[in-house]
Nanobody
Framework: QVQLVESGGGLVQAGGSPRISCALSGRTFSSYAMGWFRQALGEEREFVAA????????YYTDSVKGRFTISRDNAKNTVHLQMNSLKPEDTAVYYC?????????????????????WGQGTQVTVSS
């Protein structure tokens, strides 16, 4: 059984640079592409960033490009999301997700249904 556990987040001032992390257990981490999604109160869950199984390919939604960086450490079964220059509109619950790698993934990395496992989420609140 795959488990994803997020950590980090909390209350951050605008302009801050927190890092959130997600640890996977129960399966071989390097078999999965990893993604971060977020869901603000009353909104749909939206794609934030994704990274291929080997870390070579990364993807970002336009609103976070240049501010957020996704990375992974396959030796530690962990994916990170470094968030810089946070804005109040980044406030949301952030979820990590794992997807079995396949050629299909490269054109569907931003689709929630592409992911097989999800963490419980971690709240990031940005105060202005």
């Amino acid at each position: 059984q795959v488990q994803l556990v997020e950590s980090g987040g909390g209350l951050v001032q605008a302009g801050g640079s927190p890092r959130i992390s997600c640890a996977l257990s129960g399966r071989t981490f390097s078999s999965y592409a990893m993604g971060w999604f977020r869901q603000a109160l009353g909104e749909e869950r939206e794609f934030v960033a994704a990274i291929s199984w080997n870390g070579i390919k990364t993807y970002y939604t336009d609103s976070v490009k240049g501010r957020f960086t996704i990375s992974r450490d396959n030796a530690k079964n962990t994916v990170h999301l470094q968030m810089n220059s946070l804005k109040p509109e980044d406030t949301a619950v952030y979820y990590c997700a794992a997807a079995h790698m396949s050629p299909h993934y490269y054109s569907h990395y931003d689709v929630t249904n592409e992911y097989d496992y999800w963490g419980q989420g971690t709240q990031v609140t940005v105060s202005s």
